[in-house]
Each structure stands twice: as structure tokens, then as C-alpha cells.
């Protein structure tokens, strides 16, 4: 399939905000925390203008408080997406997009909302297994742009047992230890997949709308539909999928998500409807409980 015919893949104007930052003689923000945030603006719910989100309140909370911590692991420095945030703002208010009050309230909403994600993200029972799986690899000092090396180190975790790995999950540095919730039990794993789930079932949803308003666009213009979509609806959720896989493995380690789909399923499961069922009625029966 020609993704480019069915705009998946995010285009978010990175080099044009970050160049802008650097001829202003602002301090650097890592250049992957500016391109994971631009990409996840432009798949949420606020508007565009030019090949830039329009920032509000609320979508500065979707981002930093509903969707980042779904996706990302970084290797350092998690404050860099409220930074990037902030690097937005400045570059809009610059553009008179922002009056100066706006863009007062806005900076202190991403700076405190930016200091909650840091928490966000080392709260393990929010965790999914590509971000699991990051912190597991990039602790064992593995070169995590090395796909074979990646490939030799899940082989090698395949082969503990099911409490040497929960050992391993227990011991990870970059996730707060909770002595109150059971730990890495057979309900975290059942927590952690349908987190999984969830989060990568989200992303494809955001990437077919982002789909769909291109070709709307191509529609009203009396332009043809995609080869794509002449009949094989199956290949266009396949591509979608497929891209949703690849902006995982981007934003934790680079294939990560899809080799833990494809080729490692049971290091990551993910629950069917009947253990979600269980798992849910245990829940609200603790919930009852307490």
C-alpha cells in the first residue's frame, strides 16, 4: 500500500520549530521530545493552523496528561516534553497566535502539568509493555538501535522463568515501587496488556481519522479515492496497524512494539475478553470492598 496516497504518518513541521528555537538563541530541547509532541498534537483533538497545533488548555492536558505517558519512554530527561510544550507556546505567541495573558496562563498550565508527567511515567501500574520493555533493555546496557541486539536480549528474557521476569520488572529503577497493589502479579500483567491495548487501539483510531480527513479533503475537491480503499478495507486497517506499531517503537525503541506483537506475544500478552471480565469484576469488587 502507498501510505503516502492514505496520510498516515504524521507530518508535523519539527525542523521548521526547532530551527526557529535555534535562530532565537533559545536552549536546546531534545529533538525526539519536539517531534513526539508535535506527532501526538496533531493526532489529538485540537485544530491546525499552518502545519501547527493550536494550543488551549484542554489540549495542552490531553497531551500531557491523558496521551504522552501511553506512549513514551524516554532515556532521559522526561521534563523535555512540558519543555517542548513550552518551546510551542513561545513559537505561536512569537507568530501572533497568542496574546501575551494567554501565553502567561499557558506556561505555567505546561509547566505544572509537565512536572505531573514525570510522575506519570514512573507509575507502574500505568505502564505498557513497549515503555516496560525499554526500561528493561536500556537497564541491561543493551544498544537499543541495534535490532539484533534487541532480538538476542528478548530471546534470552523469554527463556527465565515467569518470577525471574517479575523480579526483573520489580527491580526496574525508572518505575516507583507500590507495596499496596500485589506487585508483578498475574493482575498487574492483565493491567499492563489491556494498558497496551488500549493505548495502541487509540493510536489507530487517531490515525484513520487523520486518514479520513485527507480523503475528505481529496472528495470534495472531485479528486478519486486511493487505489487503497477501492475495496480492500482489510489492507487499509493492516497499513494502519502497521503504523501505529512503527510511532510505538519510535517513541520507546525503534520495532520494539511490533517485534513484542509479532514475533514475542507472550513476553507481552494481552488479554481476551474474558480475563478483561474477571480482571474487572475483581476490581470493582476490591473497590466495594474498601
Partial sequence: MNHEDLL?????????????????????????????????????????????PELTSAVLEQLLYERLYLYVQPESEPEAYGRAVELLIDHQRATKRLNA??????????????????????????????????????????????GTAVRAWLDGFRELTEQQRAEAFAGLDGLDEVDSDGGWGPTRTISVGMATDGARMLLENRLMQRSYRNLAGLNALGLPMPEELSGDFDAFEAAVAEEALRLCGEWTVPGLAALLVHEYPDLAPEPGHQEIDEYLTAQGYQADEE
Fill in 8 to 52: 498516515l504518518s504524521p507530518r508535523t513541521r519539527a525542523d521548521d520549530l526547532l530551527d526557529w528555537a535555534a535562530a532565537e538563541g533559545r536552549p536546546p530541547v531534545p529533538e525526539p521530545a519536539v517531534r513526539t509532541v508535535l506527532a501526538l498534537l496533531e493526532l489529538g483533538d485540537g485544530r491546525m493552523h499552518d502545519g501547527f
Fill in 101 to 146: 495573558k494567554r501565553q502567561e496562563k499557558l506556561h505555567a498550565e505546561a509547566e505544572w502539568q509537565g512536572e505531573l508527567l514525570c510522575g506519570l511515567l514512573r507509575q507502574p501500574h500505568l505502564v505498557t509493555w513497549p515503555r516496560l520493555y525499554a526500561l528493561l533493555l536500556r537497564a541491561d546496557g543493551v544498544d537499543t538501535a541495534d
